[in-house]
């Protein structure tokens, strides 16, 4: 952490002067265009804490219903006041990255335990989702495969627009296929990962082409809870976000519904980090889906993947996945209909070991809970299907509607792999691999963690 220079930006101000970023109106983000970049667009740093803006009815205000204990007043981390711009990517990233690491160490104990158990164990209020805290043993909040992946997927991304590139399947590819199989072989990849990550990396390390590799009948969500890092990594296309995101499930996943439910998941979680409302995130998420559904992406998954028993074109292969994902939204607008903020979540939008399941369900988790990110992380955790996916999938979505203030300050300083996060975090707001990002994360690069 770097320290804080002079604050620049009173909070009071409807209209403020930012030193580089010029002159920046506080509030109005509901006319914020989807797609369009955060880079001074949506909140600010001010004396006392937050500015007003990003269109969430004052969550990120002093006092407003957003935790921020011990935020107040405190210098950006980053990029130490010098550029707003940087400084609002961060924050934002920075709570994807962290919030899905939150998720997965706070679900990771009750993943594999029924909901009764669950609520007698975790002492689970009928009234609210629980206690909402991290499980910490020997002074850490242990993670799993989740977050494991999510970094290098992260360090994959930030290797492959190194010096400068453009992200491309030419240089993303080898550069995943590295880091899966760095993760592993490491013997910290023992948190009980999925079968087809280990199947499909095993399948990897013999060589030859990826696309013999894949498991291509698996959706499961190995596919979509790692995929966050696509979408925040910043100066990236949209066509090129919908590839990378599906890339990165191709190398393990290769079922159309595991590609779909990746690059929505990775739409949901950029279009929250762009300023889009939760509330119009379904809508979003639907029109998504019928821009995408006859797209398939050959220029990032080849030639080969489609064909097999899915379809007999590139396109029938991936309706078929988009389909699977319009399906589920209608899950998830009939949850939240109902707005049961008590039950079980996996109810109605199903247990989350599907990939599609699992954004659905994490979504759920997030859109119950809109304005109360640490609520909505553990009502995620608190669920009968796969709770550690789910709740990172949860926790990505409210960090990147709110950014680190959304989480408890004390959680950074206890989860486990918080440097790599912070690292890849500063990365990927930067666009670029950025300073001191070449080593890798101790797991996805092999160095002993
Ligand atoms: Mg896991």
Redesign the pocket.
Known sequence: MRAGAELAVDGESEDVAVEGAGAFEVGGPQEQAAGEDVHGCVFAHSRGGYARGGGREGALRCGGTVPEAGRQGRACGWCGWRGLGACVAYERVAGAMFGSAYG?AMG?PT?FLPYAQIVRRFDVPDDAPGAGELPVHGGVAMV???TQMALAVADALLAAVEDGHALSAERLTPRLRGRYLAWWQSPDNN??PGTTCMQACKALARGGAWEAATRRGSKGCGANMRVAPVALLDGVSEADRCGAAQLQSALTHGHPTALAASDLTAAAVHALRVGVAPRDLPGYLRAHVGQQRSVYRGDWLGDELWRGPFASSPEEFIARGWDECAGVLDRLDAALLLGDRRADPCRITGAGWIAEEALATGLLCFLLFPDAPVDALTRAAMTSGDS??IAALAGAFAGAAYGMAAWPEAWAGVVEYREELERVSAGLAAGTAGSGTGTGTGVAGGAGR
Do not use: L
């Open positions: 997965d990771a993943e799993t495969d989740d948190r009980a550690d996916s």
